[in-house]
């Protein structure tokens, strides 16, 4: 498995990766503009939740390219990626159980929503954050829950609001999961550690 990191360690990947994901992150912000329209600017930065945690993973790959780390990005980018990931993936699926179609916009936020959470882990042995990073990124993503739940700034999947309490619930156990997702594969004592060398 070792030959897989040598891969995303190689400065070519990781700049392929840096402009993937920033084209993503822009064309995220973009996919919120009507949302970002109607959000009262007190609320604005946790609404465009994942371009935001695509924008963390962003950062972590430029310190990659820079020789660096950036802890708290790393933190943030994993435990959100990782977050919203799956949560888009799940939800894009419940659209297609309850209106029985996804149309092609539906099947490429999955796909790259997909490939968000992958890589947030695949990335995991280079990170070098601490438990306050991680009890810092808890704070950030269990108060945008509330945010999201308690004030409705979810993303708007209309035909999905009958569902909404169910969600919000799916989606806190879902943050508490990254979290534990987080700690695993970078704090834990016996996990597999790498540094990028560039």
Partial sequence: MKWIYSILANRSVLML????????????YYWYRYQLVETPPIFLLFVPDSPTASLFF??????????????????????TLVK???????MNGL??????ELDGAGLMLMFSHGAMAIQGILYAPFYR????????????????DVIDYVYFMMPQYHMLDDYIPH???????????SLATAYYF????????????I
């Fill in 129 to 144: 954050f601490k438990v306050w990073h991680l009890i810092v990124t808890a704070i950030w993503t269990l108060h945008n």
């Fill in 84 to 90: 919203y990931g799956i949560w888009a993936v799940v």
């Fill in 17 to 28: 990766l840096f402009i993937v994901n920033f084209l993503g992150t822009a064309y995220g």
């Fill in 58 to 79: 962003v950062f972590v790959l430029l310190a990659f390219l820079l020789g660096r780390n950036w802890p708290l990005f790393e933190a943030l980018a994993i435990v």
């Fill in 167 to 177: 969600i919000g619930y799916f989606t806190f156990w879902l943050s508490i999961l």
């Fill in 186 to 197: 970078v704090l834990r004592k016996d996990r597999l550690s790498l540094s990028i060398k």
């Fill in 95 to 100: 659209v297609f159980i309850i209106s029985g």
